[in-house]
């Protein structure tokens, strides 16, 4: 199919994604984003080689991964010890993979899809906030905030965790996950320079925080992970007090104070990791689907979060152009998909019971479960059967 009139509703990662990819393949895309301008939030993101392969695929690859940093090895440590545990090799992923292992700062991510996607001829409207989704006929309406509609041909909802697309699927909230998780953007000092070139993880009972460069080495992006009863609201720029980390982490290596000394007060920001159940569904009426956080919102305890939204985007895109209908397009899409999400949902949730173990000295003996070992950097967006 050519020239299908396409309204995507969300500018996220996955969104902008799928706009860039469909617009390529020859559709006619509108993108529709509630924000009105783009804003600079957000910290770091780690783009796994599966992530990096569906940037390949929409021409942004090299860009971003000049932009960004490619780690050669992450370290995990004791929390309380700070004794390595293990010391995982990322020095040969391009080779292995035929594609990097990025970490960017997510405002320089969203900049090159940005101009990307207006290169490409996508039709963006910013400050348009979409309240609901219904039919007119045999076409499907989003219905905006301010009083105005538009029909499309296709609709797909890209609108993230919240997503009002999904209500059509399902009314059910997200659900909270039991974690909440606090980021911050240390400016670097002679005291953390040498963390610069070695990321990591230190991880303890119920607890973990991780660590890594951004911006050529200018920033140390921090996200401390808790275990935490209580508290379920979500947002980027939700302010906490540096005095919570070091509550929480008290009792923890030297290093860690001095990753939490590192932060300059006013510059931590926390949030509740909510998180959606599979859908059994992703489509309606063969005219509106969803791709991204809206169709299967996980944890972020693999980092692939945001990876399978662009391989959504991308297989979406491949099998709308190859399909003659939307029907055959939407079931297709949701054959090739759906297993390996619900399958990432649920090891994400696993892998934070194994990194948050009771015994963290075991880490890494016997059988290592991770997103390497679980083949998930493997997957191929551009040439994976559709
Ligand atoms: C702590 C943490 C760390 C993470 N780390 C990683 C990582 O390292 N690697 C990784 O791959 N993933 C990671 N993730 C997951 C990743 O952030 C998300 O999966 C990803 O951002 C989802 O992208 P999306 O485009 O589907 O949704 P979003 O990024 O949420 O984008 C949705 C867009 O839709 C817009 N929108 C919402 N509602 C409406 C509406 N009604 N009308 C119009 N527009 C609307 C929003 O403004 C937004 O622009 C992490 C998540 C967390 C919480």
Redesign the pocket.
């Known amino acids: 199919m050519k020239d299908l009139d396409i309204a995507l509703?969300?500018?996220?990662?996955?969104?902008l994604t799928a706009a860039i990819a469909l617009a390529k393949s020859g559709q006619s895309v509108s993108l529709?984003?509630?924000?009105p301008a783009w804003g600079d939030v957000g910290a770091g993101?780690?783009?796994?080689p599966n992530?990096m392969r569906g940037l390949d695929y929409i021409g942004v690859g090299e860009a971003i991964a000049e932009i960004g940093i490619e780690p050669s090895t992450q370290q995990i440590s004791h929390w309380q010890s700070g004794e390595t545990l293990l010391m995982v090799d990322r020095s040969q992923t391009r080779k292995q993979y035929n594609s990097a292992y990025v970490y960017i700062h997510r405002a320089d991510l969203h900049q090159v899809l940005v101009a990307e996607a207006e290169k490409a001829g996508v039709k963006i409207h910013l400050g348009?906030?979409?309240?609901s989704v219904n039919y007119q006929g045999l076409k499907p309406v989003l219905n905006f905030a301010d009083n105005s509609r538009v029909e499309a041909e296709l609709i797909i909802g890209?609108?993230?965790?919240?997503?009002?697309v999904r209500q059509l699927f399902d009314s059910v909230a997200p659900h909270f996950t039991g974690h909440i998780?606090y980021?911050a953007l240390a400016p670097i000092t002679p005291e953390i320079q040498h963390l610069i070139d070695q990321p990591g993880m230190h991880i303890g009972p119920g607890k973990m925080i991780v660590r890594y460069p951004l911006r050529k080495g200018q920033l140390l992006n921090l996200?401390f992970f808790a275990r935490q009863d209580g508290w379920t609201e979500d947002g980027w720029s939700i302010p906490a007090e540096l005095q919570e980390l070091r509550d929480l982490y008290a009792g923890w290596s030297d290093e860690v104070g001095t990753l939490i000394d590192s932060i300059r007060p006013g510059t931590v920001f926390k949030?509740a990791?909510n998180a959606h159940s599979p859908l059994p569904q992703w489509s309606i009426e063969n005219k509106v689907t969803l791709?991204?956080?809206?169709a299967h919102?996980?944890t972020?305890f693999l980092?692939?979060?945001?990876?399978t939204?662009i391989e959504d985007a991308v297989i979406l895109a491949r099998i709308l152009q190859a399909a003659e209908t939307t029907e055959n397009a939407l079931s297709r899409y949701q054959a090739v998909r759906h297993e390996r999400t619900t399958f990432i949902q649920k090891e994400s949730n696993e892998n934070a019971d194994r990194l948050q173990g009771e015994a963290a000295e075991l880490y890494g003996l016997g059988n290592l479960r991770n997103e390497e070992t679980l083949g998930l950097f493997k997957y191929d967006c551009i040439t994976e059967s559709i």
Do not use: C, F, H, N
């Open positions: 509703v969300g500018a996220g990662i996955a969104g529709y984003e509630a924000a993101i780690t783009l796994a992530a348009k906030s979409v309240q890209a609108d993230g965790l919240k997503s009002q998780a980021r996200v949030w990791i791709i991204g956080d809206a919102a996980m972020p980092g692939q979060g945001a990876a939204g």
